[in-house]
């Protein structure tokens, strides 16, 4: 109790004190997550998808909500360790100003200053020499070679005593590690599992690269040097203002940028799929057929606290996040092109077949005001929300067009090709998108009565509504126009929303009132 306490069987806060002496070998917010005995990992609490939790940082929204992943944005670590005070984490919350999730909840709140400067500055330094390989005596298999380097600095302090604080965190972590230990036989030895060897010579490599840098002017990058390695920088600040004794301001930003670079992908292809990888021990690609993928996270809160008498308070919090998520490449505009021998790919050159035009966009505003008024043994809350959310994808696979050839030397000679893919925007759009715009309304109230000093029960409820912004959508008037039995689909607006109420009934129970059973 003394580490962390205990506010019901299923809601737990883990303070600064527990933060700073919990071993964390990813520094994550996951290891600390793991402290509660619902947590399971990747974000899932007692069982649930962790895409169905929500992790917000000072109120701000910080899920993956277009729902491609469970794991948090910005590479998985959003803020940096240093910067967290102290974490919360709730489970089916009875608590009406929670909403929109239907498994665990995370809200990690950040370091703010104080009259006393503070700071820290550390390094973190660990490479494969430094994790073991042996458990229970059974010796396995070698850990990747790769190191990781992580250095920042803390800062905090008075710009006007006892009025004005400042709080500031900086990290950088670079991971050395390649995108492939694959690559081609420079010997003429043959394919070999163990050193990784692929059977794709590197003097036919060499020839190709050569061929359509004479002919097309284009640049394959190296046939046996590959990009890689992790780069992640988090910045946050943070001021806080005491307006006056009953009124207090925080004002917070945060921006994480994180970017990986990756193999082309192994075999998916809209012209049949490959037998083999094209990276792997039957072929191989150049470097600039690598991708970089970039998660890039801001987030702004503004929390405004008020006392107005012994009674009442309020808080006023509005936050604002951007993710996004762009794919990249070294490569100039040009087809990706397989070779084949033998019936199986041997060769990728050109633009990976997934990155042009590939990015998604997630941002969101929100806006809540909660107002409490204490009358005796009950804490009445009631209060609004509002949330403005946008969410974009762009995906073109092949948008710079796709080229299968049997051999090296039907390529070379200019045969026709055994399979060809090929994507365009719709009315002639270069860039196309798909893109949803909508707003969440929020109205509830509830009463917290503590009966007993170890008894609380809630009562409350809440109405939500949803609206969505038609002009993100296309028309289709040749759908329309046909009778379904005296019906006519729209596909141009989106459909009514109804209202949602959601009664609220719960109780936390201190058995023996010592936090040992609730």
Not at 392 to 405: A, E, F, K, S
């Amino acid at each position: 109790v003394s580490a962390f306490l205990l506010n019901r069987s299923s809601d737990l806060l883990v303070n600064n004190r527990t933060i700073q002496e919990l071993p964390t070998v990813s520094r994550s917010i996951g290891d600390i997550a793991k402290l509660s005995p619902y947590y399971g990992g990747s974000n899932s609490f007692a069982g649930s998808n962790g895409k169905m939790a929500n992790f917000t940082l000072d109120g701000a929204n910080l899920n993956n909500n277009f729902g491609l992943s469970a794991n948090l944005p910005g590479g998985g670590n959003p803020v940096s360790m240093d910067a967290i005070d102290e974490v919360q984490m709730v489970v089916a919350p009875f608590d009406v100003r929670q909403s929109n999730f239907i498994g665990g909840g995370i809200n990690a709140v950040t370091k703010s200053g104080t009259n006393t400067f503070k700071g820290t500055a550390y390094f973190y330094y660990t490479n494969e020499d430094m994790h073991g390989n042996r458990v229970d005596g059974v010796q396995n298999a070698e850990p990747d070679p790769g190191e990781q380097k992580t250095w920042g600095f803390t800062l905090g302090g008075p710009i006007i005593k006892d009025k004005l604080f400042f709080f500031a965190s900086v990290e950088r972590t670079e991971t050395e590690s390649v995108s492939t230990y694959w690559h081609p036989d420079a010997t003429g030895d043959g394919p070999n599992q163990k050193t990784y060897t692929s059977r794709t010579l590197l003097s036919d490599m060499e020839m190709i690269s050569q061929f359509v840098k004479d002919k097309y002017g284009y640049d394959t990058g190296s046939a046996n040097e590959y990009p890689g390695g992790i780069k992640n920088n988090k910045y946050l600040a943070r001021i806080d203002w005491n307006i006056t004794q009953n009124h207090h301001l925080a004002v917070r930003f945060n921006h994480t940028n994180n970017s990986k670079y990756n193999p082309t992908n192994a075999s998916s292809r809209d012209v049949g799929g490959l037998s083999q990888a094209c990276v792997g021990i039957r072929s191989m690609a150049f470097a600039n057929s690598f991708y970089n993928q970039e998660n890039k996270v801001t987030t702004f809160s503004f929390d405004l606290n008020s006392r107005f008498s012994e009674n009442i308070s309020n808080q006023l919090l509005v936050t604002y996040s951007d993710m996004d998520d762009p794919r990249s490449s070294d490569s100039s505009m040009f087809p990706m092109i397989d070779i084949m021998k033998e019936g199986d790919p041997y060769m990728t050159l050109g633009y990976e077949l997934f990155t042009y035009n590939n990015r998604v966009r997630n941002t969101i505003l929100t806006v809540n005001d909660n107002f409490t008024y204490y009358l005796g043994s009950h804490k009445i809350t009631a209060g609004l929300n509002f949330e403005h959310q946008m969410a974009q994808n762009n995906y073109m696979r092949q948008g710079t067009g796709y080229y299968r050839y049997a051999s090296m030397e039907d390529f070379m000679n200019g045969e026709a090709p055994i399979g060809v893919a090929l994507a365009y925007g719709y009315d002639g759009d270069m860039t196309p998108s798909s893109k949803v715009r909508f707003n969440q309304y929020g109205l509830y109230a509830q009463d917290e009565w503590n009966i007993l000093s170890n008894l609380k029960v809630n009562f409350g409820i809440r109405f939500d509504n949803i609206t969505f912004y038609n002009g993100d959508l296309k028309e289709n008037q040749l759908l329309y126009s046909i009778d379904f039995g005296g019906r006519h689909l729209d596909v141009g607006s989106w459909p009514k929303a109804n209202i949602q109420i959601s009664p609220r009934i719960g109780f936390s129970w201190d058995i023996l009132g010592d936090h040992s059973i609730n």
